[in-house]
Protein backbone atom coordinates (compact mmCIF):
# COMPACT_ATOMS: atom_id res chain seq x y z
CA UNK A 1 0.00 0.00 0.00
CA UNK A 2 1.22 3.60 -1.25
CA UNK A 3 1.17 5.62 1.81
CA UNK A 4 0.47 9.43 1.11
CA UNK A 5 3.25 11.66 0.14
CA UNK A 6 3.27 16.29 0.22
CA UNK A 7 6.51 16.23 -1.14
CA UNK A 8 5.37 13.82 -4.49
CA UNK A 9 2.07 15.81 -4.38
CA UNK A 10 4.01 19.03 -4.60
CA UNK A 11 5.90 18.14 -7.30
CA UNK A 12 3.86 16.82 -9.32
CA UNK A 13 1.73 20.46 -9.18
CA UNK A 14 4.26 22.28 -9.85
CA UNK A 15 5.48 19.77 -12.42
CA UNK A 16 1.56 20.22 -14.27
CA UNK A 17 2.00 24.14 -13.57
CA UNK A 18 5.31 24.51 -15.51
CA UNK A 19 3.49 22.75 -18.53
CA UNK A 20 0.57 24.46 -18.58
CA UNK A 21 2.74 28.01 -18.01
CA UNK A 22 5.28 26.67 -21.27
CA UNK A 23 2.09 25.80 -23.40
CA UNK A 24 0.20 28.86 -22.91
CA UNK A 25 3.46 30.59 -23.72
CA UNK A 26 4.10 28.94 -26.79
CA UNK A 27 0.29 29.36 -27.97
CA UNK A 28 0.40 33.17 -26.84
CA UNK A 29 3.31 33.49 -28.87
CA UNK A 30 2.18 31.49 -32.04
CA UNK A 31 -0.08 34.14 -32.43
CA UNK A 32 2.35 36.87 -33.48
CA UNK A 33 4.30 34.79 -36.09
CA UNK A 34 3.04 32.89 -38.88
CA UNK A 35 1.46 30.82 -40.02
CA UNK A 36 -1.72 31.25 -38.45
CA UNK A 37 -4.64 29.27 -39.29
CA UNK A 38 -7.34 31.35 -39.86
CA UNK A 39 -9.59 28.77 -40.79
CA UNK A 40 -9.63 26.67 -38.10
CA UNK A 41 -10.06 29.81 -35.60
CA UNK A 42 -13.44 30.44 -37.44
CA UNK A 43 -14.29 26.95 -36.97
CA UNK A 44 -13.91 26.79 -33.73
CA UNK A 45 -15.63 30.03 -32.93
CA UNK A 46 -18.99 28.34 -34.97
CA UNK A 47 -18.10 25.39 -32.47
CA UNK A 48 -18.03 26.74 -29.14
CA UNK A 49 -19.95 30.59 -30.28
CA UNK A 50 -22.74 29.28 -31.69
CA UNK A 51 -22.89 25.86 -30.75
CA UNK A 52 -23.34 27.28 -26.99
CA UNK A 53 -25.53 30.11 -27.65
CA UNK A 54 -28.73 28.13 -26.55
CA UNK A 55 -27.74 27.25 -23.04
CA UNK A 56 -25.79 30.71 -22.40
CA UNK A 57 -29.42 32.38 -23.88
CA UNK A 58 -31.71 30.38 -21.57
CA UNK A 59 -28.86 30.91 -18.28
CA UNK A 60 -28.97 34.43 -18.86
CA UNK A 61 -32.66 35.05 -19.15
CA UNK A 62 -33.91 32.47 -16.40
CA UNK A 63 -31.10 34.09 -14.03
CA UNK A 64 -32.41 37.65 -14.54
CA UNK A 65 -36.09 36.54 -13.78
CA UNK A 66 -34.93 35.18 -10.91
CA UNK A 67 -33.03 37.78 -9.54
CA UNK A 68 -36.72 40.09 -10.34
CA UNK A 69 -38.37 37.42 -7.93
CA UNK A 70 -35.86 37.48 -5.11
CA UNK A 71 -35.34 40.73 -5.35
CA UNK A 72 -38.82 41.77 -4.83
CA UNK A 73 -38.73 39.97 -1.38
CA UNK A 74 -35.73 41.96 -0.09
CA UNK A 75 -36.64 45.34 -1.52
CA UNK A 76 -40.33 44.95 -0.54
CA UNK A 77 -39.56 45.49 3.25
CA UNK A 78 -38.12 48.93 2.37
CA UNK A 79 -40.73 49.93 -0.32
CA UNK A 80 -38.13 50.41 -2.79
CA UNK A 81 -39.48 47.70 -5.21
CA UNK A 82 -39.37 50.26 -8.13
CA UNK A 83 -34.91 49.68 -7.40
CA UNK A 84 -35.82 46.09 -9.05
CA UNK A 85 -33.99 47.27 -12.64
CA UNK A 86 -31.51 48.63 -10.65
CA UNK A 87 -30.87 45.59 -8.60
CA UNK A 88 -31.01 42.89 -11.73
CA UNK A 89 -28.81 45.49 -13.89
CA UNK A 90 -26.12 45.22 -11.76
CA UNK A 91 -25.73 41.52 -10.83
CA UNK A 92 -25.99 41.11 -14.36
CA UNK A 93 -23.15 43.14 -15.51
CA UNK A 94 -20.94 43.11 -12.97
CA UNK A 95 -20.97 39.60 -11.84
CA UNK A 96 -23.61 36.62 -12.64
CA UNK A 97 -23.41 37.58 -16.40
CA UNK A 98 -19.72 37.01 -16.81
CA UNK A 99 -19.31 33.79 -13.99
CA UNK A 100 -22.42 32.04 -15.31
CA UNK A 101 -21.64 32.64 -19.36
CA UNK A 102 -18.08 31.38 -18.12
CA UNK A 103 -19.42 28.24 -15.95
CA UNK A 104 -21.37 27.09 -18.73
CA UNK A 105 -18.47 27.45 -21.24
CA UNK A 106 -16.42 25.63 -19.38
CA UNK A 107 -18.59 22.85 -18.46
CA UNK A 108 -19.31 22.19 -22.52
CA UNK A 109 -16.41 23.54 -24.13
CA UNK A 110 -13.03 22.60 -21.65
CA UNK A 111 -14.79 19.26 -21.57
CA UNK A 112 -15.18 19.11 -25.22
CA UNK A 113 -11.39 20.22 -26.07
CA UNK A 114 -10.22 17.86 -23.31
CA UNK A 115 -12.00 14.84 -24.64
CA UNK A 116 -11.07 15.82 -28.31
CA UNK A 117 -7.21 16.63 -27.75
CA UNK A 118 -7.15 13.94 -25.51
CA UNK A 119 -8.28 11.28 -28.24
CA UNK A 120 -6.31 12.59 -30.76
CA UNK A 121 -3.09 12.50 -28.61
CA UNK A 122 -3.85 8.25 -27.21
CA UNK A 123 -4.17 7.49 -30.92
CA UNK A 124 -0.82 9.45 -31.95
CA UNK A 125 -2.60 11.89 -34.49
CA UNK A 126 -0.70 15.26 -32.54
CA UNK A 127 2.38 12.36 -33.24
CA UNK A 128 1.79 12.32 -36.77
CA UNK A 129 0.98 15.76 -36.95
CA UNK A 130 4.62 16.85 -35.46
CA UNK A 131 6.02 13.87 -37.87
CA UNK A 132 4.57 15.95 -40.79
CA UNK A 133 5.98 19.30 -39.52
CA UNK A 134 2.80 20.86 -38.19
CA UNK A 135 3.09 22.07 -34.79
CA UNK A 136 0.18 20.78 -32.44
CA UNK A 137 0.10 24.00 -30.30
CA UNK A 138 -0.41 26.30 -33.32
CA UNK A 139 -2.67 23.85 -34.96
CA UNK A 140 -5.17 23.01 -32.12
CA UNK A 141 -4.54 24.93 -29.17
CA UNK A 142 -3.96 28.17 -30.33
CA UNK A 143 -7.55 28.23 -32.71
CA UNK A 144 -9.46 27.12 -29.42
CA UNK A 145 -7.83 29.64 -27.09
CA UNK A 146 -8.27 32.42 -29.55
CA UNK A 147 -12.05 31.62 -30.74
CA UNK A 148 -13.10 31.04 -27.07
CA UNK A 149 -11.74 34.45 -25.91
CA UNK A 150 -13.50 36.17 -28.85
CA UNK A 151 -16.96 34.28 -28.37
CA UNK A 152 -17.02 34.61 -24.78
CA UNK A 153 -17.11 38.57 -24.42
CA UNK A 154 -19.67 38.61 -27.10
CA UNK A 155 -21.80 35.42 -25.11
CA UNK A 156 -21.67 37.10 -22.27
CA UNK A 157 -23.03 40.28 -23.70
CA UNK A 158 -26.06 38.84 -24.92
CA UNK A 159 -26.49 36.77 -21.76
CA UNK A 160 -26.78 40.33 -19.77
CA UNK A 161 -28.82 41.30 -22.27
CA UNK A 162 -31.09 38.39 -22.14
CA UNK A 163 -30.86 38.36 -18.27
CA UNK A 164 -32.37 42.70 -17.55
CA UNK A 165 -34.94 41.15 -20.18
CA UNK A 166 -36.05 38.25 -18.15
CA UNK A 167 -36.21 40.48 -15.11
CA UNK A 168 -38.13 43.19 -17.03
CA UNK A 169 -40.27 40.37 -18.26
CA UNK A 170 -41.36 39.22 -14.50
CA UNK A 171 -41.29 42.62 -13.11
CA UNK A 172 -43.98 44.17 -15.43
CA UNK A 173 -45.93 41.06 -15.18
CA UNK A 174 -45.68 39.40 -11.98
CA UNK A 175 -44.41 42.28 -9.88
CA UNK A 176 -46.47 45.09 -11.76
CA UNK A 177 -43.63 47.57 -12.46
CA UNK A 178 -43.93 50.10 -15.20
CA UNK A 179 -41.47 49.04 -18.07
CA UNK A 180 -40.17 52.54 -18.41
CA UNK A 181 -39.84 53.06 -14.56
CA UNK A 182 -37.70 49.16 -14.85
CA UNK A 183 -35.58 50.69 -17.93
CA UNK A 184 -34.94 53.71 -16.95
CA UNK A 185 -33.89 52.35 -13.30
CA UNK A 186 -31.37 50.30 -15.01
CA UNK A 187 -30.02 52.65 -17.66
CA UNK A 188 -29.20 54.89 -14.23
CA UNK A 189 -27.80 51.98 -12.77
CA UNK A 190 -24.42 51.35 -14.74
CA UNK A 191 -21.04 53.73 -14.45
CA UNK A 192 -18.20 53.41 -16.36
CA UNK A 193 -16.57 50.88 -14.17
CA UNK A 194 -19.73 48.89 -14.23
CA UNK A 195 -19.38 48.09 -17.73
CA UNK A 196 -15.43 48.29 -17.77
CA UNK A 197 -15.80 45.17 -15.17
CA UNK A 198 -18.19 42.70 -17.04
CA UNK A 199 -16.24 43.27 -20.14
CA UNK A 200 -12.99 42.55 -18.76
CA UNK A 201 -13.99 39.20 -17.09
CA UNK A 202 -15.04 37.17 -19.69
CA UNK A 203 -11.40 37.82 -21.38
CA UNK A 204 -9.94 35.97 -18.25
CA UNK A 205 -12.69 33.68 -18.40
CA UNK A 206 -12.23 32.53 -22.10
CA UNK A 207 -8.30 32.13 -22.20
CA UNK A 208 -8.64 29.73 -18.60
CA UNK A 209 -11.23 27.63 -19.70
CA UNK A 210 -10.10 27.12 -23.07
CA UNK A 211 -5.86 26.63 -21.79
CA UNK A 212 -6.91 24.58 -19.34
CA UNK A 213 -8.88 22.26 -21.90
CA UNK A 214 -6.28 22.13 -24.16
CA UNK A 215 -3.83 21.17 -21.41
CA UNK A 216 -5.33 18.30 -19.98
CA UNK A 217 -6.20 17.04 -24.07
CA UNK A 218 -2.35 17.43 -24.66
CA UNK A 219 -0.99 15.64 -21.73
CA UNK A 220 -3.62 12.85 -21.49
CA UNK A 221 -2.08 9.57 -20.97
CA UNK A 222 -3.59 6.00 -20.81
CA UNK A 223 -6.03 5.25 -23.31
CA UNK A 224 -9.77 5.91 -23.04
CA UNK A 225 -9.94 5.49 -19.50
CA UNK A 226 -7.16 8.68 -19.70
CA UNK A 227 -9.40 10.88 -21.96
CA UNK A 228 -12.57 10.58 -19.71
CA UNK A 229 -10.13 11.68 -16.98
CA UNK A 230 -8.47 14.28 -18.53
CA UNK A 231 -12.37 15.72 -19.41
CA UNK A 232 -13.30 15.49 -15.62
CA UNK A 233 -10.43 17.31 -14.55
CA UNK A 234 -10.39 20.05 -16.92
CA UNK A 235 -14.05 20.91 -15.81
CA UNK A 236 -12.93 20.37 -12.32
CA UNK A 237 -10.03 22.48 -12.60
CA UNK A 238 -11.42 25.55 -15.23
CA UNK A 239 -14.43 25.97 -12.78
CA UNK A 240 -12.38 26.42 -9.77
CA UNK A 241 -10.26 28.69 -11.59
CA UNK A 242 -12.85 30.86 -12.89
CA UNK A 243 -14.41 31.32 -9.36
CA UNK A 244 -10.45 32.70 -7.95
CA UNK A 245 -10.00 34.69 -10.64
CA UNK A 246 -12.97 35.92 -10.72
CA UNK A 247 -12.60 36.88 -7.19
CA UNK A 248 -9.29 38.78 -7.52
CA UNK A 249 -10.53 40.78 -10.60
CA UNK A 250 -13.43 41.88 -8.32
CA UNK A 251 -10.96 43.20 -5.95
CA UNK A 252 -8.67 44.93 -8.28
CA UNK A 253 -11.32 46.52 -9.90
CA UNK A 254 -13.19 47.91 -6.97
CA UNK A 255 -9.50 49.41 -5.75
CA UNK A 256 -9.59 51.24 -9.49
CA UNK A 257 -13.30 51.98 -10.08
CA UNK A 258 -14.66 52.02 -6.26
CA UNK A 259 -17.82 49.65 -5.00
Known amino acids: MTLFSPTELAKRWILALQEYSLLVFRAVS ?16 DSIGFGSLPIVLLTGFFTGCVLALQSETGLKQFGAVSMTGRLVALSMVKELGPVLTGLMMAGRNSSGMASELGSMQVTEQVDAMRALG ?8 LPRIAATVFMLLFLTILSDTVGMAGGALVSVSLLGLNISSYL ?10 DVVQGLVKPVFFGFILASVGCYFGMSTKGGTQGVGKATTQAVVVANVFIIVVDFLLSRLMIVFFGG
Not at 184 to 193: C, I, K, N
Open 184 to 193: HSSYRALVYG
Open 30 to 45: SFFSPPIYWGDIFLQM
Open 134 to 141: VDPVRKLV
